[in-house]
């Protein structure tokens, strides 16, 4: 009898305080995300402090210090041999991001601790992990594209405490195999733009950490209705329209 006691007890205890724990971890997951976001502002500051305020470009071509031809992504260099590898088996130098030379533990600050990195219908594009942060768009230039051109920070930024510079991001991809429009997947992404796709992860209580061009972190919900509905328990949205890009 006494045996049965001690059991409900701890079985009462346990009901009470794994969804604490549970609660406790989660938390404890967004502010160690919000601390990364702030590292990588001060590494962006440091870069812009090194470049005439000019925001390195999301994406060009070049070659590196051996002579292998490829894209420069921000966040790694991509060599062109690996482009015929299927996703998931590409190669990404990550010693070449822009940010690296200013942050100490690079393989840490720009992956979010609650990236659900453990799900089935997660796609990994490199053999490695790469960036859960996105940056804004409208700062961070495509220069595969005509007529794109480097963004000089202080010249384009009017509010800074407003507008956003990197958020938690991902996107759903349906067009790379192995996902399909029949089995979407979701993945890591490297930008979030005013308009378009759905690509901002509202991963911590249905809320995203975004950066601020002003150095301050904060959580933000969602526009409304705007989970992308391929796979919207990921709840990967956009940012409401009080978030300004510039």
């Not at 402090?49 to 002579?67: E, I, T």
């Not at 399909?180 to 733009?193: A, D, K, L, Q, V």
Request: hydrophobic residues 40%; neutral net charge; charged residues 20%.
């Amino acid at each position: 009898m006494e045996l049965l006691v001690v059991i409900s007890i701890t079985a009462f205890l346990l009901s009470i305080m794994v969804p604490a724990m549970r609660k406790a971890r989660s938390q404890a997951k967004s502010v160690l995300c919000a601390s990364n976001l702030k590292q990588i502002g001060i590494a962006f500051q440091m870069y812009l402090d090194d470049n005439n305020r000019n925001v390195f470009p999301l994406v060009h071509y070049g070659s590196n210090a051996a002579g292998e031809f490829g894209r420069f992504w921000y966040f790694g260099f991509e060599p062109a041999w690996t482009w015929s590898e299927p996703e998931g088996s590409r190669v990404l130098d990550r010693k070449l991001a822009k940010l690296y030379p200013y942050i100490r533990q690079y393989d840490s600050v720009e992956i979010c601790p609650a990236f659900p990195y453990h799900r089935d219908n997660y796609k990994p594009k490199y053999t490695t992990k790469w960036m859960t942060y996105g940056i804004n768009s409208i700062l961070s230039r495509d220069l595969r594209i005509p007529g794109a051109k480097i963004i000089n920070f202080e010249t384009r930024i009017r509010l800074t405490n407003r507008a956003v510079l990197f958020a938690d991001s991902a996107i759903v991809n349906y067009w790379q195999s192995p996902a399909s429009p029949t089995n979407p997947m979701f993945e890591e992404w490297h930008y979030i733009s005013p308009e378009g796709e759905a690509s901002v992860h509202f991963r911590h209580s249905d809320k995203a950490n975004i950066l601020y061009c002003d150095g301050h972190a904060a959580k933000s919900g969602p526009e409304p209705d705007s989970f992308d509905n391929m796979l919207p328990e990921l709840k990967i949205g956009r940012l409401p329209a009080d978030v300004k890009f510039e």
